[in-house]
Structure formats: C-alpha cells, structure tokens
C-alpha cells in the first residue's frame, strides 16, 4: 500500500482536501494527515481523522510522537509529501528551510518527493516574492501542480486557485506508480544508491509541472540561447506527382517554437511542408526531405537545444524518377532509410547541450519511447499517443522522458504543452550569462 503525508497548510481551499484525502484512499493510498496550526482553523482534525482513519498530526512538540521522534517518522514513512494546499506562507518557510512546526519541519526532514499544490489570492500568488519562493522550490525538484486559473473566494478573478482534487490524485497516482516501477526493478545488490536514484528522479521529474502555464520562468530565460526545432512531414519524392509522407500537421513543434522565441530565444525553425504561420520571433527554413531538413539542421547549429518533433519520413524512394511513373512501375517501389536527425543531432560534434525528440506512437507509447531515448542517445524523449486525434489536433497528451524517469502530463492544448515544455528547457538552461 502507498503511503502519502498529506500537509494542509491554512488557506480557504483547505476544505478540498478533505476531497483529495477521499480520493487517494479509495485507490488504496493511505494518508497520514499533518494540519498546521492555521489549517486547524479551516477544516477540523476530526474531519480528517474520519476520512483518513489515521491519527492526524498537528503539533511538532508532542511528547508522545517525539519519543519516537516524531517529525522524522512522518517524511520517512511516506512515500510522497504532498502539500495541498499550499499558503503562500508555507511556500515560503520551505523554500528557505524553515522548520518552526511540524508540517515545516517534515518538509524539511524528508529525503522523498514532495508535491505542491498551491492556493492563495492572485495578488498573492503573483507577488514576486512568491514566485521567487516557488522557482526555489522547483529548481530543487519539488513538483508543483497549479494554482489554476478562476474566480477566487475573494471576489478577484486569476491564477490562484487550488488544482482540483481529482487533478492532484492523478498527479500523486501517477508519482506513486513511477516509483513503483522504479522500487520493483531495484536490485538487490544496489538498494541504497538505486533508492538516491529514484527519489532524485521522481523529484526531478514532477519539477515545473505548471511553470509554462503561469510564466514562472521570466520572459528573458532563453536570451542569449539559438534553440533549433524541426516540425512537420518531410516529403520524399517518389515521381514529379507522387511522394511518401505523413499525416504531420506541424502544430506542436510551430507551438514549441513560438514558445522558446517567447522566452527570449533565437530560433530556427526547420519545416516540412505545412501550412501554418511562422510564430513571431522564430527563422523557419522551409524543407521538402528528410535528407535537406538534416542539412539544414546542420548548418544551423551551433544551438543550445534542439527539438525534433517533425515526423521525419523513415525511408524514401531509391529512386525519385524525374518523370511521372507508370502505373505498372509506381506499384512497387525499392525504398532506402532516411538520415536519422535526431540520432545524428544527438551524436553531432557540436551536440547541443539539450537534445529532446518526440516520439509518436499508436500502442505502447512509453516502451517504445524508452527505447528510443536509449537509442538515439538525446536527453529527452517526448511521447505522444498519436492513436486518437493527435495529428492535426489542437490537443496532445504527452510523457516526458528522461534520465530522472517517466512523468505522464495531463491532455492538454499543443500550446500549453509547448509553454510547459519551454519552461523545461529554460530551466535547464538557462539566458546565456
Ligand atoms: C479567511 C482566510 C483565508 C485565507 N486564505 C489563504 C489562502 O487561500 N492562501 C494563503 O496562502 N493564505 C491564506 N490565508 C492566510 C494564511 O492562513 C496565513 O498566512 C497563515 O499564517 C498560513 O499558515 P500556514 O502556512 O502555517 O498554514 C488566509 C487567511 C484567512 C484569515
């Protein structure tokens, strides 16, 4: 059985975690309850005691608990802190290692994941402090979920709002289950450092959940930084008339784009043929094959990252015939492979430092992905499952992939996976100093 240390901090939208704790424990998690002395005001210890079935923890200097100290028992015995929700205050005291109760002291005890779920007014939330507080804790790998946007028990109307209940248990269920995973394929003769590993991993892997959606990275996090990006089909000639190609519509990788120029970067956008806008700030240089779009990948670098999301044709006619083919002749075709960009980016000599591709998939998504991560040797893969309306869609449901594991996101629009992506590869990144 999973097991959570929920921390509810005092803040309005305490009354949902009741909701959460209903939630989680009826997939099995079970969750040991930490209020602070402000949440104690909000919702009752006995309402979480009832629907946790556990002793709920609300006091740091408790003789009884801290015989057994106490406040190091509660973070080692879960195996996910999430702090839902979470006061601008809380945000604080943890983001500089304050630990003067016992929700703040288990915070800071704690070697596990840590998710946020943050809730306050939109004054407060975007007050630059907060925000300095929250990219602190997202550096160090605390993974956020929200605040979403909406009318606020105020009366005010923004960003501020507690992520729904049901968003947050999809986040915890989907934390739990990576180091899940992970914990099974441990093996014996490793424990301890294959542990560091996983609990890093999950760490890093939840961070910047929704840093796109609510700019927590600045405007300027990419100046100074060349991002290169590929989109679309390529097309592969097969006679004047007739080629191979696919259904690539160029939406998610022109939305990368777009979002990388937003953040202050120079980009070069390498494109099948599409028939979209180039997004303001982006260079496109417009390509047929797969064969011209890796020479232009090539000439365009040196670039600090590169993010191949075109869906590159795999092989092409031996022959590209100058005049139309006959019937007869056309039916069956001798193909050869195209270049492979992205395994040719990832072993360039000027590597970008970040290499990212994406990888569509019908079935079995994330095994393939992996597979292609090992494979092409780049940083990052993005997975996507292109069975359902994902090719010229507006939405995309993708899992990122990296040396930190597997963090599935939520469906959402091509624009907010690009802005989250983004923010990922300002993060790592960085504005050139
Ligand atoms: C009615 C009321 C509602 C509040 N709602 C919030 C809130 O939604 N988010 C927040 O960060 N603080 C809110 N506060 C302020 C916090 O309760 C206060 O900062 C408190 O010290 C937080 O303590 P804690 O972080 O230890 O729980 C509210 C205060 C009151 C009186």
């Known amino acids: 059985m999973h097991k959570v240390l929920l921390i509810i901090s005092g803040g309005i939208a305490a009354y949902k975690s009741l909701e959460l704790i209903r ?83 288990a915070l800071l005890a704690t070697d596990k994941p840590v998710l946020m779920a943050p809730a306050m007014n939109v004054r407060m939330w975007l007050h630059a402090a907060t925000q300095a507080n929250v990219a602190t804790l997202l550096q160090r790998g605390v993974g956020m979920i929200g605040p979403d946007d909406g009318a606020m028990a105020c009366g005010e109307f923004g960003p501020g709002r507690m992520a729904e209940p049901a968003a947050i248990a999809e986040r915890v269920y989907a934390m739990l289950g990576a180091g899940a995973a992970r914990s099974s394929a441990q093996t014996d003769a490793e424990p301890s450092e294959e542990a560091g590993v996983s609990q890093a991993g999950q760490r890093g892997a939840v961070a910047g959940v929704m840093r796109g959606r609510h700019a927590l990275v600045g405007q300027n996090a ?10 679309g089909p390529t097309i592969e000639p097969i006679d004047p008339v007739r080629f191979i190609s696919n259904r690539s519509s160029g939406k998610q990788g022109y939305a990368i784009a777009g979002a990388l120029a937003a953040l202050g970067a120079r980009v070069t956008l390498v494109s099948g043929p599409t028939g979209l806008d180039v997004p ?60 492979d960009i992205l395994a040719t980016l990832s072993a360039h000599a000027q590597r970008p430092a970040l290499v990212i591709g994406f990888a569509a998939q019908t079935h079995e998504v994330e095994t393939f992905a992996q597979a292609k991560r090992a494979k092409k040797r780049c940083d990052w893969i993005v997975a996507n499952d292109v069975s359902g309306d994902v090719m010229g ?41």
């Open 222 to 231: 990419l100046v100074g930084r060349h991002a290169l990006v590929t989109a």
């Open 393 to 433: 869609g507006d939405h995309n449901q993708v899992s990122i992939i990296s040396d930190k594991g597997i963090e599935c996101l939520a469906r959402r629009t091509k624009a907010q996976v690009a802005a989250e992506l983004a923010g990922r590869i300002a993060s790592r990144l960085g504005p050139r100093e």
């Open 280 to 339: 303001a700030g982006v260079d496109r240089v417009s390509v047929q094959t797969a064969r011209e779009m890796l020479d232009a990948c090539e000439r365009a670098l040196p670039a600090d990252v590169a993010v191949c999301v075109a869906a590159v044709a795999d092989f092409r006619p031996a022959h590209a015939a100058e005049l139309k083919l006959e019937k007869a002749s056309a039916a069956s075709l001798a193909l050869v492979a195209n270049p």
């Open 23 to 105: 939630l989680l424990t009826a997939r099995n998690v079970q969750v040991t309850a930490v209020l602070t002395e402000a949440a104690a005001r909000f919702v009752t210890p006995l309402s979480v005691a009832a629907l946790t079935g556990q002793r709920v923890h609300t006091e740091l200097f408790n003789h009884e608990a801290e015989a057994q100290m106490g406040h190091i028992q509660l973070s080692r015995m879960a195996d996910l802190l999430v702090v839902a929700p979470a006061s601008a205050d809380i945000l604080a005291k943890a983001a500089h290692g304050l630990a003067g109760d016992l929700a703040t002291t």
